[in-house]
């Protein structure tokens, strides 16, 4: 499998995306209405750092549309950019994310550069990247800086995880957490924790979080050796690369019909978009990272012209997809809401 954008798929615009999605036949599916009013953030405490579209994998159900051909790279004179903006507030948290975000010439810069500044550093993690020979030291120098690792891992089973993301994934994504917790990761250290992030493989809803840890640390301590921190569970949002096994399998509808029907009035204090801002990997500014990959760009757009108070009195931008964040339990880069 190769990117949307290589096989010049029409689901690369992401105009058609939204069209597809507003063009279903679903009742109640106004989110603003849902919501009885505007979307506004309250204090700004996460800058989510897109640092480029590069990846070493193709995941079937990857939003952004990531692969080892998409050659979107954020710039050091960008991460430069952020990082003056980042000095402006007061938010605590950088979270790295990409494609693989390690592939970034200047990662190291950028994780380096937050940790001096006191921020807590989060980079999502696809596991297998720690395995390639140029990063094989990523382990000891993450856990040197106390950087949390967010791995993406559909399951702690083989077939559910190499069913969407490729033959041979689960036994790399075991060896590379294996490898975090021979240096420290995953053993309840606060300064070298491991965060599992589990989509569900299939048109439904993640499962109960809380369930679904107690689970998985069972399973993978028993079969696999491992053991990790926390797990975070995510519904797949219908964008990308997910909306396309949704079209060719014919699960769209039943699935948006699935997310509107589940809408949870009680997750949206706790919705990204209220306490994160994304930022993406050529500096434009949008609301959450679903919002970027739509191309739903905040007011002020560009990391260039950050301006504060500006973005603290914006409204935020939804759409349909953002069923996708109040269905059920809720769904957040920080895994279930309620």
Known sequence: MSSLLNRQSPLTSTKY????????????????????????????????????????????HCHVD????????????????????????????????????????????????????????????????????????????????????????PHYRQRNTDAQRGDGTFEKSIEALKRLNAVGYGTGDPNRQLTLMSNPVGAFLASGQTKLEQEWKAGLKKYQGVSFDRLITLNNMPISRFLEWLESSGNLQGYMELLVNSFNPATVDGLMCRNTLSISWDGYLYDCD??????????????RSFDLARLRNRTVITDRHCFGCTAGSGSSCGGALI
């Open 66 to 153: 990531a692969s080892p051909d998409r050659k979107e790279i954020m710039t050091r004179e960008t991460i430069d950019l952020c990082l003056q903006a980042l000095d402006q507030t007061s938010a605590h948290t950088v979270d790295l994310t990409g494609g693989a975000p390690e592939l970034n010439p200047n990662f190291r810069y950028l994780v380096d550069q937050c940790v001096a500044r006191g921020k807590h550093v989060i980079d999502r993690c696809n596991l297998t990247v720690l395995l390639l020979p140029t990063l094989q030291d990523l382990p000891k120098w993450f856990a040197e800086r106390g950087v949390e690792i967010v791995c993406s891992l």
């Open 290 to 303: 679903f919002n970027q990959m739509l191309d739903l760009k905040c007011e002020t757009n560009h990391i």
């Open 17 to 60: 995306q939204q069209t597809l999605l507003n063009s279903l036949p679903l009742n109640n599916a106004n989110f603003a209405e849902r919501l009885g009013a505007s979307l506004h953030p309250s204090e700004l405490e996460i800058f989510q750092i897109n640092v480029g579209k590069l990846c070493n994998m193709t995941c079937r």
